[in-house]
């Protein structure tokens, strides 16, 4: 029910947009975020938003990464630019029906798409 994509390879300092589509259900009452895995390490939480916009980034990515939704298009996105080689791993989009801004038991997993970034 959430389509992730936007990875793929890039140099440090440059950019992707990923993005994330909701079909089967509207997620517009949702939180949703972005969640990040490499390999051995829990998925962390990069960045999420609440239905109505109030946003969290987490510290490694604040400045660098932007989320925003388009709830008339059952979306959101993660603009990533300056991109690190330790921003390297598998993202996961999910969507809170609790409307967490710091989402931490997703109530829906899009699949993973990976971005590898290259020093």
């Known amino acids: 029910q959430l389509q992730a994509s936007g990875g793929g390879s890039v140099q440090a300092g440059g950019s992707l947009r990923l993005s994330c589509v909701g079909s089967?259900?509207?997620?517009?009452?949702?939180?949703m975020g972005w969640f990040r895995q490499t390999p051995g390490k829990d998925r962390e939480l990069v960045a999420s938003i609440r239905w109505r916009g109030v946003m969290y980034h987490d510290d490694s990515v604040k400045g660098r990464f932007t989320i925003f939704r388009d709830n008339a298009k059952n979306s959101v996105y993660l603009q990533m630019d300056s991109l690190k080689p330790e921003d390297t791993a598998v993202y996961y989009c999910?969507?809170?029906?609790?409307?967490?801004?710091?989402?931490?038991?997703?109530?829906?997993w899009g699949q993973g798409t990976q971005v590898t970034v290259s020093s």
């Open positions: 999910a969507a809170d029906l609790k409307d967490s801004v710091i989402i931490k038991t997703p109530s829906f």
């Open positions: 089967g259900r509207t997620f517009n009452t949702y939180a």
